[in-house]
């Protein structure tokens, strides 16, 4: 029982540019969820629900952006 | 333009001037070229105030703010705390930093190792085994990912970690005489695949109900912390200011150490 297939194993013989670039068109599809996400995935927070920590979400952009909502 | 796995970036970036940090978690996973996963990145980070200090330093470069959590003080890390920090790049991707000094399950030794065969690399990642344990969570999904990762360990040291019915079965003969492990026990008396499977099915619930009694008990240590983080919106604040407050707060209504864990880690 695999829980990856032969393509996803071929990580390995990726390049770590092409890893990296990998992961990084993945980074950039996964914001969708953002919204829908949990809190928390790990640490001692993550029994937490979203309603527990509402107020305190975070609104931090870049330094380099003008403070407006993200386009995703 | 280089493109670049942002959490491989923030961890040579924070290990510029010392070992301050190891990846951990998904984006260990992906270091081990196991899966393309995690949106988050995870480090354990050394105990330290210095190292506290490196990590603040380069989130507050980046703009980050804190998220709820215990402020990144060795005073709270010791007890097993954790850390929450968020940014969003140039592109405005959000970026989620999440840190503990003391990850559970894993032995002090185990990490005191970590960081010393770090020597002058940059780019670490906790061990293979480690991060097994870590994984060890009350999340049904780790449980194959730690199948994966076990392949990365010798054939005696899989056997005693993998999730995956047909490992536990091919190695038994080989490497599973001396195991203690119910799994590994029914594999090699030849009780069958079925019995195998039940055996790992059975350990991983243990290993789930285990966590979540644990993060129940910091849950409960932290509420009134947490309500005193969000009434006073702390973190709205800058990092520093935040850091500061959090602090204070953490002062007035967060234990340091939560029981269950201090009597772990003093038998440890």
Known sequence: MQMLSEDDRNLKEMTTAELARAWDLWFDLAQATNDSDRPYTHGVFAAISAAGVEAGRVRSRSPDIAESKPSR | ?268
Not at chain 2, 73 to 90: C, K, M, T
Not at chain 2, 206 to 216: F, H, N, P, T, V
Request: include cysteine.
């Open chain 2, 1 to 268: 333009m280089r493109v670049e796995n942002i959490y491989f970036a923030l961890t040579e970036a924070f290990n510029r001037e010392a070992q301050t940090v190891a990846l951990a978690s998904g984006q260990a996973v992906v270091f081990y070229r196991i899966a393309i996963m995690s949106k988050d990145g995870d480090w354990v980070i050394r105990e330290s105030p210095e190292a506290c200090e490196r990590v603040l330093r380069e989130l507050e470069r980046r703009g980050a703010r804190y998220r709820i959590g215990a402020p990144l003080d060795v005073r709270w890390l010791a007890g097993g705390w954790s850390s929450h920090f968020e940014f969003f790049d140039a592109s405005q991707r959000r970026v989620r930093c999440d840190f503990v000094s003391r990850p559970p399950r894993v032995p002090p030794a185990s990490l005191v190792a970590l960081f010393e065969g770090a020597r002058d690399r940059a780019l670490v990642a906790v061990d293979p085994e480690s991060l097994i344990l870590m994984k060890r969570t009350q999340r049904a999904k780790d449980y194959a990912v730690i199948g994966e990762l076990a392949t990365l360990l010798s054939p005696e040291r899989e056997i005693e970690l993998t999730t995956d019915p047909d490992r536990v079965l091919a190695l038994a003969p080989a490497v599973g005489a001396a195991s203690r492990r119910p799994a590994v026990q029914a594999a090699w008396s030849g009780a069958g695949r079925r019995v195998v499977v039940t055996r790992l099915a059975e350990e991983a619930d243990d290993l789930q109900q285990q966590d979540a009694a644990r993060l129940a008990m910091y849950e409960e240590a932290a509420r009134s912390y947490i309500e005193a983080c969000r009434a006073g919106a702390l973190t709205d604040l800058p990092l520093r200011d935040a850091h500061a407050r959090l602090c204070e707060a953490a002062e007035r209504s967060l234990p340091t150490h939560v029981a269950q864990e201090s009597r772990r880690a003093d038998v440890e």
